[in-house]
């Protein structure tokens, strides 16, 4: 094991340390490691073309101008990835969608990133299980016989 040195602002360690007493860390540099460890993990999962699922989560501002037309024509342009959604009104003016979406892992990222990018989009996470093995199973769904508006 190497030790290194690391400049951090006072903040930043605050956040450390009370992120390692919350998880229980024995040791500052453990929480460093662990940290450094998901990123990579993460990392690796996003740049890859492997399978995956994934939760997008996001809230957006309902009252800005075309924006859920907008998140619906991007949807609809990646709708191979899409398994399911669920709309819920926050207050007069705030939703939060909830979609849960299978694929490459790339193309996952790629749609998260289209979606929370839109001017409107307040928040936004994506929660990947990447490689999860028979992922595909996922995108057996019924698709509705008859078309249906979204105006």
Avoid: W
């Amino acid at each position: 094991m190497q030790r290194i040195t690391i400049t951090i602002d006072d903040d930043l360690l605050e956040t450390v340390d009370a992120l390692a007493a919350r998880k229980g860390y024995p040791t500052r540099s453990e929480a460093v490691r662990d940290l450094i460890r998901s990123a990579t993990s993460r990392d690796a999962a996003t740049g890859s073309g492997r399978p995956c699922v994934a939760v997008l989560g996001y809230v957006y501002d309902h009252h800005t101008r075309a924006l859920a037309q907008r998140i619906t024509d991007t949807f609809h342009d990646h709708h191979e990835l899409a398994v399911s959604s669920m709309h819920v009104h926050l207050d007069r003016g705030s939703c939060l969608e909830v979609a849960v979406l299978a694929g490459p892992t790339t193309a996952v990222h790629e749609l998260a990133d289209a979606v929370t990018a839109q001017r409107g989009v307040r928040y936004g996470n994506l929660h990947v299980l990447p490689g999860l093995h028979g992922s595909h199973r996922v995108r057996k769904r019924h698709v509705p016989r008859t078309a249906h508006p979204h105006d």
